[in-house]
């Protein structure tokens, strides 16, 4: 009853195999290349081979990616992977593992359906919000995913939360994830005097700027804090939106810029505090993942297993 779980970033591709307990019996990550096909037939054969599972034991396989997408017809326009336009991903996976079941979701959605399933989330509505190179989100109702017609409910960050900022990738201007992603942080905080105290650190031969800009945040550097306070703002504003439509009960934070814990949340948090109006909207809990990086993993499996 093995499941393969896929996860699709702007910057990485990972994959594990699970059980139906929600046990990762193996996970891989791996850079995006300048092909990004390429590197999700390289991660499915590197992790689907003898003695680590094989086709026959395998019984789905879930993905989680990056939208907008078309659930119905199984294809992926990611705002974040801009030669994949319209891609067949689950007919691509689908040739790749002959005769077994792919099922295809936001990544928002599944990190947020992982959080239910094998978190701390297990009752009520939840809201959960990705925060890395885009700023993906889902929402579960009692244990169910709301995915919406084509599969695209969540995107929260596309939520407009204000006048006169950069144009988004999406084609709207405004967008939360034009100040609150980890590029757009790191644009406005270079715009505005960043010098990079710290030294970028690297994954893969790649500078990450922003766990950089986290850490002269962290340190105090009035530019990077700002950054972070203006994040806050913009996530806060889609928060506050989605629950006021949605009357959800908790907020689960992940992603990679999330990764940087209280230097987020903290600003996150009080921002939610100064902005909410209606009794039920101040009751709003925010916590980050307890699942880390495998929360979309696990929200992968749990569609692949039919846990939705």
Do not use: Y
Not at 6 to 17: C, L, M, P, R, V
Request: neutral net charge; glycine residues 14%.
């Amino acid at each position: 009853m093995t499941v393969l779980a896929i996860d699709i970033g702007g910057t990485k591709f990972a994959a594990a195999t699970v059980e139906p307990t929600g046990a990762i019996t193996a996970k891989l990550e791996m850079p995006v290349g300048p092909d990004p096909t390429a590197t999700l037939k390289d991660i499915v054969a590197r992790i689907v081979v003898p003695g680590l599972i094989s086709e026959e034991g395998l019984t789905g396989v879930g993905i989680g990616s990056a939208g907008p997408l078309d659930a119905v017809r199984g294809t992926v326009s990611p705002v974040n992977i801009s030669v994949w336009r319209d891609f067949p991903l689950v007919k691509t996976v689908a040739q790749l593992l002959p005769g077994v079941p792919v099922h295809l979701a936001g990544d928002g959605q599944l990190m947020a359906l992982g959080e239910w399933w094998r978190g701390r989330f297990s009752a009520g509505a939840l809201l959960g919000i990705v925060v890395s190179t885009g700023i993906g989100g889902g929402l579960v109702f009692e244990g169910q995913p709301h995915l919406g017609p084509t599969g695209n409910a969540g995107h929260i960050g596309h939520i407009r939360a204000g006048e006169g900022w950069e144009p988004c990738r999406c084609g709207a201007v405004g967008c939360v994830e034009t100040i609150a992603s980890g590029p757009s942080m790191v644009r406005w905080a270079l715009a505005n005097g960043w010098q990079q105290a710290v030294e970028p650190t690297f994954w893969a031969g790649r500078p990450v700027d922003a766990k950089a800009l986290a850490a002269d945040a962290k340190r105090g550097v009035a530019v990077a804090v700002e950054a972070f306070d203006r994040a806050a703002g913009a996530l806060a504003t889609a928060i506050l939106t989605t629950a006021a439509l949605f009357d959800v009960d908790n907020v689960v934070v992940g992603g990679g810029v999330a990764a940087a814990g209280t230097t987020l949340l903290t600003p996150l948090r009080r921002a939610v505090a100064d902005q909410a109006g209606l009794g039920f909207l101040r009751r709003l809990k925010v916590e980050p993942t307890s699942l880390g990086r495998d929360a979309g993993l696990l929200g992968a499996a749990a569609l692949a297993l039919g846990r939705e």
